[in-house]
């Protein structure tokens, strides 16, 4: 999750109140936010990705405020009208087709002003914009621009001074040359023609989503800001505009409304008016399990920075335009039952007729995770969300059609994964400058898209070990794999060569019991050693658990 960092000085005057870094530290967590490190008068936080409205020290002090009853309820903003026009033309359209606009004028360029200007950019990149994919930030010196604005598309060929350098380069060389350019380059790969601000005076003003010109660089002198957010989602783009125009008028920015016009349409931005929702009060309570008042509910919404009346039977809540997150009614009833407090909830027996008791394969892999640590291997847990790259390419494997979330709050974690061993790896990989030996195992799930289920896919669970040091090879996989089974009692299984990409040729294998495949191990190849930045050979295996345990108790073996 994104760690922001602020001066506790800072977040106070932002707060409205001085509090001791003490009650800041104890009471912080209460909003979901973890507490990652304090030096001096700094704090390091780490903010839910689902929270995108707290990924500045403005965003934090607004919540924050609220939540401690010192400026609580609906916090509203206002947008000026103005005479600022930019024009999108049709060449974007197959592109980077969206664009919406601000201008935040009267700010003052201080130290913690432009270092929460960096952060919420960063921040709000790598999460609610995907890597800049759905949605990139750009900030310009108003004062240095000319107005109309356009927003067209430009050959590769097409040359001008980015940020940070000191001569003209070609969009194409940008984008193979320059730091932001070989970090964001994937995102316009395969395009003839690539997005370019321009204003009036035909100065080029930046290259969406990739850098920003010269021309209207943001300095110590800055003291108003024409601000651009580019994208390929327009709900994505309006959600990110209105949380950076909200934070920035925190610090006293004066907000003022932008034209974009469409070859077919006109729009004016920022939108930052209010949402509305109703809830009831009867679903509130029976989810939380206790016995609100309306007025309690509503005490505790606009705790959290709503507002709220009755309406009939109902709550009419007014959500403000910086919380993205409230899709649902639901989300509404978790900040209902944040603000009441989780730790004055009394947990209670479920009163039902039937008794429970632990699954039989929960508890054969209570038994098997025992087991293992019996070998010396160290146990670890991995999340069954990962991404293409890793479950695929890193491991030279041939890509596979795989359950995709909807709606995921970060490129790294996007799909769900349908094999273990790269979650394996990945451990490996973000321990690398550790001390070696290291052998991992993991009795966890992967689920696999499955026609014949009444979902479409199913939930395997599966054992996985890597052995990663100096002398791992296909040998000592083998023996461990073998001392496992005949642990466990099964006998009559055949070990077959096996051809695996991820493997080295020649030294992979597959488990056969009753003509079924029940797992492989092998010797990892080396270029998938160097995909994942290994300084050791490793030798791995993966056993389908759901098999193994049937087999056992079928007496089949």
């Known amino acids: 999750m994104p760690v922001i960092t602020f001066d506790v000085n ?3 005057k932002l707060v409205g109140k001085d509090i001791q870094v003490k009650e800041i530290e104890e009471k912080l967590p209460m909003l979901g936010v973890g507490v990652e490190n304090i030096e001096k008068d700094e704090f390091s936080v780490e ?30 903003y206002k947008a000026e009208k103005s005479i600022y026009f930019v024009k999108a033309d049709s060449t974007t359209k197959t592109i980077r087709p969206y664009i919406v606009c601000a201008v935040v004028t009267g700010v003052e360029m201080t130290d913690e002003f432009i270092k929460s200007l960096m952060q919420i950019q960063e921040k709000l990149h790598v999460t609610h914009c995907r890597k800049r994919k759905k949605a990139a930030i750009g900030v310009h010196d108003l004062d240095k621009v000319k107005f109309p604005i356009l927003y ?27 730091p932001k350019g070989k970090d964001y380059g994937w995102i316009l790969k395969g395009m003839d023609k690539y997005p370019i601000l321009i204003d009036s005076d035909n100065k080029v003003m930046a290259m969406p989503p990739i850098i920003n010109s010269t021309h209207t660089m943001v300095d110590e002198k ?41 070859p077919d349409r006109e729009i ?68 209902i039952a944040i603000a009441y407090g989780y730790d004055r909830f009394k947990p209670e027996i479920p009163n039902i007729s039937t008794i429970g008791e632990e699954d039989q394969l929960e508890s054969f892999s209570t038994k098997l995770r025992t087991l293992l640590v019996g070998y010396g291997l ?41 094999w ?80 695996l990409p991820c493997f080295i040729p020649g030294r992979a294998a597959k488990i056969v019991i009753n003509e079924k495949n029940l797992g492989r191990f092998g010797e990892i190849n080396p270029e998938v050693v160097s ?22 108790n079928s007496k089949t073996i």
């Not at 500045?56 to 002090?61: N, T």
């Not at 067209?152 to 320059?178: C, Q, R, S, V, Y």
């Not at 008016?273 to 505790?300: D, F, Q, R, S």
Request: glycine fraction near 4%.
């Open 10 to 12: 800072d977040f106070c």
């Open 47 to 76: 903010v839910n990705p689902n929270r995108p409205d707290m990924l500045s020290v403005e965003g934090l002090a607004r919540a924050f405020s609220s939540f401690m009853d010192i400026n609580t309820g609906l916090k509203t």
């Open 152 to 178: 067209t598309a430009k050959d590769t060929a097409f040359k001008f001074i980015p940020l940070g350098e000191e001569k003209e380069m070609t969009l194409d060389n940008i984008l193979k040359h320059t």
């Open 222 to 262: 800055t003291k108003n800001l024409f601000i651009d957010i580019t994208g390929t989602d327009d709900k994505t783009i309006n959600e990110v505009l209105n949380i950076v125009v909200t934070s920035l008028a925190d610090r006293d920015g004066k907000i003022q409304l932008v034209k974009v016009k469409y």
């Open 268 to 335: 004016e931005t920022p939108k930052i008016g209010t949402n509305m929702m109703n809830l009831e009060p009867n679903y509130v309570n029976k989810l939380l399990g206790i016995k609100l008042t309306n007025y309690e509910m509503i005490e505790y919404l606009q705790k959290m920075g709503f507002d709220a009346v009755e309406v009939g039977k109902n709550i009419q809540v007014v959500i403000p335009c910086y919380r993205t997150d409230i899709m649902h009614a639901m989300d509404l009833v978790e900040d």
């Open 378 to 418: 160290q146990e670890v847990t991995t999340f069954i969300l990962t991404n293409k790259d890793n479950l695929y390419k890193k491991m030279k494997m041939e890509e596979k059609d795989v359950i995709e979330t909807a709606n995921p709050k970060t490129e790294e974690y996007n799909i769900v994964r349908n």
């Open 420 to 499: 273990f061993l790269p979650s394996l790896m990945e451990v490996l990989w973000r321990n690398r400058h550790r001390e070696y030996s290291q052998n991992i195992f993991e009795v966890g799930d992967v689920i696999e898209l499955s026609p014949s289920s009444e979902t479409g896919a199913k939930t395997m669970r599966r054992l996985g070990i890597v052995l990663c040091h100096s002398k791992a090879n296909f040998s000592e996989i083998k023996s461990m794999v073998e001392s496992i089974l005949s642990n466990l009692g099964v006998k009559d299984y055949k070990i077959e060569e096996s051809t």
């Open 531 to 552: 995909n994942w930045e290994l300084e050791m050979p490793a030798a791995a295996c993966e056993i389908c658990v759901n098999s193994l345990f049937n087999s056992i």
